[in-house]
Structures are given as structure tokens and as C-alpha cells.
């Protein structure tokens, strides 16, 4: 061994700068040797050292280690296992150099070169000034999701922003104020954590992410300067200035796979240093690996170490990055044996679950896997909170105006309680959304009857078929002036219905201004003005823009977001009183052929109740309005996505009183309206509230 290096230390895994150097240690049952190679650049051909590492004076149990003085922030390095050509990240490495040469296959060969293989950089995360920033802890409840990707919200050439800021963590940052205008509450970025970039077809980027090649370290392309170490903190200042706006920081994590894909993949890391413990392998046959995500393998996240490393992980964005939350991809996948069966009571699920560092942090499960497993409802744990793929396709379906939707819609409006009724934590366990990044979006839901993928190289057979879609008589953009209205009406119906649900709503970048992908519903490599965001569109969609920022505004001021009531979703709709109506008070039709319902909900603590109209049908329909509490409380419309703007949509504070006993919802419409149970305004109430 080297002997300017010293024998070091098992914990803490990773490189971490103490004593005046380096202790390197990373955790491998491995046969033969390993080796500490440091670089002068991440370019160069060949280490400027190469540490071999003693069985005897550098291992303790399966952690091999080594101090290395003089070793400091930006030292470029990697580990290399016996006799293998492979340049291995290191697992717990908080920063990922990419060469110039990279080259994704060029991992996959024996004799690799060096000059293509990404490696690790040492980092010292402190000094960082916070300036007191501490995750902001908003409820739930008071919780609106706005899902973002990062480089996609400001690359577009129309964003304003120079190419040194345009698509990275700084440029987000001077988008904050069209956030905060929006009225969301909580970023959920798309993978942040480093990736492959060329994971995808030939001639084409991963442009989402999801092809992890650490669980550790920030994208160093989305830093401004392109620099990784640089990367860490341009993320931190980007979380810090998001939470000086109040909005939280939720980041979609990908530890189900990783980028080495099957057998004949590339190998960065974990493949290389210990395949067995890190993937599941198929028991007859361990050369082939058990693929539950439809990415080549399958990370084995309830083996003790891998474990160990997910929670690590989810600790070090907590604690140094500041972010407030989760949502777990594929989380079905990690529910997962060493064989691939699923677990009752899957460790790594309850680790997350009960850790006290995490006791505060927002944790979603995307509840299924590629495989079959779809857990939606009876994933484990009782503070995790579920993407609902129900609510995503019964709402699609109804405002589309199938038949038999109708008698859907109560348990969707209602926070799904035929899925997490039994649950006993909070109303807020659902996150109702109708488009994300995987899918139309939802401009694109109304524009086009069936996907566009061809620009993925794939022939058009990638992307799921069933979308519940309607293009509205045209496929894809239309100058016809009624067409474009009654696509700009399902928009709202959508938009509307999300954001009034109970559950936790969310939106996806752009659907506020009616963002396209031209029907492209599986745009992961589409790094280009197809899933950027256009800067025009806040002012050619304002109307849509103005309903949304009116809803939340909406959202946010009503009883069931400013009670922290704690009541599980049952009880809670126990004392809201609901009533479900037809065209008539109290006949819900049910029947396939309705395209109708109204519904009312009294507030838990009996202030205020809300009506709500929905009509998927091709003709107006008249609804009879239940008997409001006193004569001068009456009945005030909030939406009624059949009118133009202004009208389309209301405060609480200037909404207007809506006289006569009956409201005619027009095609293809939704209407909401309010009344107080009490008056406490002191006659200060806004519009005049008595019906002549």
C-alpha cells in the first residue's frame, strides 16, 4: 500500500474530508483487491495514484478503507475491484465527474478506457450559509404540488434567461416569483440526483432521469458552471430561496434501479463492487438479473446494506440539502425480496416509515411497479402518502363523458376513501392528479385521441394506448375557434375538479397554461422544445393561467386547508354531511348512461358549505340547489368553467349571489358554489349578499 496513506476508518462510508485529508471507505465482499485510484482531472487517461488496499489493515468486516492526507475538496477519484478494468463510483460519493469522452457502452466492455468512465469528487459539504433556512414543515393539508423538471422550466430560448443560467438550479431561481404567483406550495422536482445522460435510443438524451448512477449527488449539468462540487451548492441556494418563498422542495427519487441496466449493461458502481448484495438476481440463474421496473434490473432494497445506503441516502438530502420531501419511484419495487417476492412488511418501507430524522419529511409512494404489483391503497405504513392512478383515470374518463363514470366520481371527489378510508392518518392521503410527467399532458388529453411517439425512434410502440383521451373533433392543434373553447372548458373541468378534490392536489409543469408535448406521452428523451417550457404561453393561455392561480387561492382559503383537524378520512366525511344529487336534491342517478352529479359538503366545523355541479353531457343541464342556511348567506359562485373570464371564476370574497332556486350548468361544465353557515363578517362581506 501507499505508504503516505494510513489505514482509516469503516465509518463514515463515502469520502469525507477530516484531520487534514480524505477517509475513503466503501463496503464490498469482495475476493481480491481493492483499489483507491485518485486523478489529477477527470479526463485524464490513467490515476496520478493508484492505493492498493491491504485485506489485513484496511478492512473491518466487509468495509474496506483507507486516510489519505492531503486529500481535499475537488480530488477526483474512484475505485477499481482485482483484476476488472472497471472504474467503480463510489456509492456514498457526493459529486459525479462526467468526462468529455464519456461513453455509456464503453462501460459495458472488458477493457474499458479510463478516459470514458465517470468518477467520484470529494466534497466538504460545510460552510455552507444557510442563513437559518430550515425545511418549511407545511401540512398536507395546506399542500398544492406544482411537478417540475428542472433543466425543462428554463431551457426553452424564450425563458429570458442567458445559456449560462438557462435550464439549470440557478434559473430556476429567478423563476420563483411566476411560482409564488401561482399560488402551488411545493416543487416536485423530477431526478435530480446525478444520471446517464445517454441512457436512450441512439441519437437521442435521457432527458428525465430516471437512470440513476447515484443516490448522493446533485446533476452536476444543471449547476450553471457544470462543475459538481459547484452543483451542491447551487442546489442548496436554489432550496434555500424556494423556502424564502415558502414553496417546499420535493424530490422524485429512483431507488428501484439503477442505470447499469441487465447483464450486458454498463457497469458504475454497484454491479462492480458487489452485484449480489446490491441487485436481485434470479435464483436459478444469478447471471440474469429480475427486472420489476422495466429498466434491466431491480435494486435489492431490503437487503441490510442496501438498506442502510437508501436511508443514508434520504438522510443526507434532509439534513444537508434541506429538501422537505419525497416521492419514491416505482416504490412498489422496493416492497421486494432478494427473489423478488413481495413483503408484507417490507423493511426498508418501515425503516422510512418510522425514522425519527424523517418524521417531519413529506414520503410518496408511486404504489406499483412494471411488473403487476399494484399496491394502490395497501401500500404499507400510515404516513405515506400515495400518487393515485385511480383518481388520474376516472376523472379522465367522466370528463371525457364516458358511460358508467358517474358512480366513480364520489370516491375520487372525496379523497378515494374506498382506497385509504381504512387508513388512520389524515383526509390528505390521496395526491389526486390527472397528468404528470409520465403521460399527455393535459393540453395534450384534449387534443389528441391517440399517442404521437414517434420522435422517441421507437416506432411508436413505446407509451402506454389507453390514455382516456379526446382530441374534440381534430387531431392535435386547431385554429377553429369553437373547437379551441371547448378544449380550453375540459382543461378547466380537469383543473377544477383536481384542485377542489380532497386529497393532496398536484399539477404538472405548464398544464396551467396548456402546455403541449404534441401527443407525445413518453417524451423521456425528447430534450428539446417538446418538453420545455414555452415562456409565450402564460400570456397566450392567461385565461387558464388566471383560473388556476384563482383556484388555489380558493383551495387554500377553505375550512378543510385551515383546520388541522387530524380526523381519519372516514370520521371526516362523517361530519361533513355529504349529499350526493342528481338534476334533482337527493336523486343521484348512478345509472351507466348519467353524465351528471351534484354533491354537498358542510364544513367539519360548520362554517361554510360547498356545492358542486358536474355535467359531462353535450347539453345543458338545469340542477336544483339545496336550501342555503339563511336567506341572506345565500348560495355564491366560485367556478363555472362554462362562462368566459372574468366570470369563469371567483374569490371567496367577490364571488356573486346566485338568486333562484335552480343553475343551468352548460355542456360539458362544472360549477362550484359556496355559502356561509354563519355570519361573522360584521356586514363586510364583499358583493351584497340578500336576494332581492
Not at 165 to 182: C, D, F, H, W
Not at 199 to 214: C, E, I, Q
Not at 352 to 364: C, H, N, R, Y
Not at 378 to 385: L, T, Y
Amino acid at each position: 500500500m501507499d505508504r503516505s496513506a494510513a489505514a482509516g476508518r469503516a465509518y463514515p462510508l463515502g469520502a469525507r474530508r477530516i484531520d487534514g485529508g480524505t477517509n475513503f471507505s466503501v463496503w464490498s465482499r469482495t475476493k481480491g483487491a481493492l483499489e483507491l485510484l485518485l486523478f489529477d482531472d477527470v479526463d485524464d487517461a490513467r490515476p496520478e495514484r493508484v492505493i492498493r488496499l491491504d485485506r489485513m489493515r484496511n478492512r473491518t468486516a466487509y468495509y474496506w478503507h483507507v486516510f489519505v492526507p492531503d486529500v481535499g475538496q475537488g480530488q477526483v477519484y474512484a475505485w477499481r475491484v482485482g483484476d476488472s478494468s472497471a472504474i467503480l463510483l463510489d456509492p456514498y460519493g457526493l459529486a459525479v465527474a462526467v468526462p468529455a469522452a464519456y461513453d455509456r457502452m464503453a462501460e459495458a466492455r472488458a477493457d474499458r478506457d479510463t478516459r470514458t468512465a465517470m468518477k467520484s469528487v470529494v466534497c466538504d459539504l460545510s460552510g455552507y450559509d444557510w442563513e437559518g433556512d430550515v425545511p418549511l414543515g407545511r401540512p398536507f393539508a395546506r399542500t398544492v404540488i406544482y411537478e417540475l423538471h428542472v433543466r425543462g422550466f428554463t431551457a426553452h430560448p424564450n425563458s429570458g434567461l442567458g445559456p449560462e443560467l438557462a435550464g439549470t438550479y440557478a434559473g430556476l431561481v429567478t423563476k420563483i416569483p411566476y411560482l409564488r404567483s401561482l399560488g402551488i406550495t411545493a416543487v416536485e422536482l423530477m431526478p435530480v440526483l446525478a444520471f446517464d445522460p445517454q441512457d436512450a435510443p441512439a441519437g437521442l438524451v435521457n432527458y428525465w432521469g430516471y437512470s440513476p448512477v447515484s443516490f448522493f449527488a446533485p446533476h452536476a449539468a444543471y449547476a450553471s458552471t457544470g462543475d459538481p462540487v459547484d452543483a451542491l451548492n447551487e442546489f442548496r441556494t436554489m432550496v434555500k430561496e424556494l423556502h424564502r418563498a415558502g414553496i417546499e422542495v420535493i424530490l422524485d427519487v429512483v431507488f428501484n434501479h439503477t442505470a447499469e441496466d441487465g447483464p450486458d449493461g454498463p457497469t458504475f458502481c454497484w454491479r462492480g463492487l458487489d452485484n449480489e448484495t446490491y441487485y436481485i438476481l434470479d435464483p436459478v440463474n444469478p447471471a440474469r438479473y429480475l427486472d420489476f421496473t422495466g429498466c434491466g434490473n431491480t435494486i435489492n432494497a431490503n437487503n441490510s446494506v442496501v438498506r442502510r445506503m437508501i436511508v443514508d441516502a434520504v438522510h443526507h438530502w434532509v439534513d444537508q440539502m434541506h429538501v422537505d420531501g419525497f416521492r419514491f419511484d416505482l416504490a412498489s419495487a422496493m416492497t421486494r425480496d432478494e427473489r423478488g417476492a413481495p413483503m408484507a412488511d417490507p423493511p426498508i418501507i418501515w425503516e422510512i416509515e418510522s425514522d425519527p430524522v424523517l418524521a417531519g419529511t413529506k414520503v410518496i409512494a408511486e404504489a406499483w411497479d412494471v411488473a403487476g404489483l399494484y399496491q394502490l391503497g395497501s401500500f404499507v405504513g400510515d404516513r405515506w402518502r400515495e400518487w393515485n392512478g385511480k383518481f388520474r383515470d376516472d376523472l379522465r374518463r367522466f370528463v371525457r363523458g364516458d358511460r358508467g363514470t358517474v358512480a366513480l366520481l364520489p370516491n375520487r371527489l372525496l379523497g378515494s376513501p374506498d382506497l385509504f378510508g381504512s387508513r388512520p392518518a389524515e383526509v390528505e392521503h390521496s395526491i389526486n392528479f390527472v397528468a404528470c410527467h409520465d403521460g399527455f399532458t393535459l393540453n395534450d388529453l384534449v387534443c389528441y385521441a391517440r399517442k404521437h411517439n414517434e420522435a422517441n425512434l421507437s416506432g411508436n410502440t413505446d407509451g402506454t394506448d389507453e390514455n382516456y383521451s379526446v382530441n374534440c373533433g381534430v387531431e392535435g392543434p386547431s385554429d377553429d375557434p369553437e373547437i379551441e373553447r371547448l378544449r380550453t372548458r375540459l382543461v378547466k373541468n380537469l383543473l377544477g375538479i383536481t384542485l377542489i378534490a380532497m386529497g393532496v392536489p398536484m399539477i404538472v409543469m405548464g398544464d396551467e397554461v396548456r402546455r403541449t408535448q404534441l401527443g407525445n406521452n413518453n417524451p423521456y428523451c425528447q430534450d428539446n422544445e417538446m418538453t420545455w417550457f414555452d415562456w409565450s404561453l402564460p400570456d397566450r393561455h392567461a385565461d387558464v393561467r388566471r383560473f388556476t392561480e384563482k383556484l388555489i387561492d380558493v383551495r387554500l382559503e377553505l375550512d378543510m386547508t385551515q383546520v388541522m383537524h387530524g380526523l381519519p378520512l372516514r370520521e371526516f366525511l362523517t361530519r361533513s354531511l355529504v349529499q350526493f344529487h342528481g338534476c334533482r336534491l337527493y336523486q343521484p342517478d348512478w345509472s351507466d348512461d348519467s353524465h351528471t352529479l351534484a354533491l354537498t359538503v358542510r364544513s367539519v366545523i360548520g362554517t361554510r358549505m360547498v356545492h358542486a355541479m358536474l355535467n359531462s353531457s353535450e347539453a345543458p343541464v338545469d340542477f336544483e340547489l339545496p336550501d342555503v342556511a339563511e336567506p341572506d348567506l345565500p348560495w355564491r359562485r366560485i367556478v363555472d368553467t362554462a362562462l368566459d373570464p372574468p366570470d369563469d371564476v371567483a374569490d371567496l370574497a367577490s364571488a356573486q349571489p346566485i338568486p333562484g332556486t335552480t343553475y343551468r350548468v352548460g355542456a360539458h361544465a362544472v360549477v362550484f358554489l359556496c355559502a356561509d353557515l354563519h355570519d361573522d363578517s360584521g356586514g363586510s362581506r364583499g358583493p351584497s349578499a340578500r336576494i332581492p
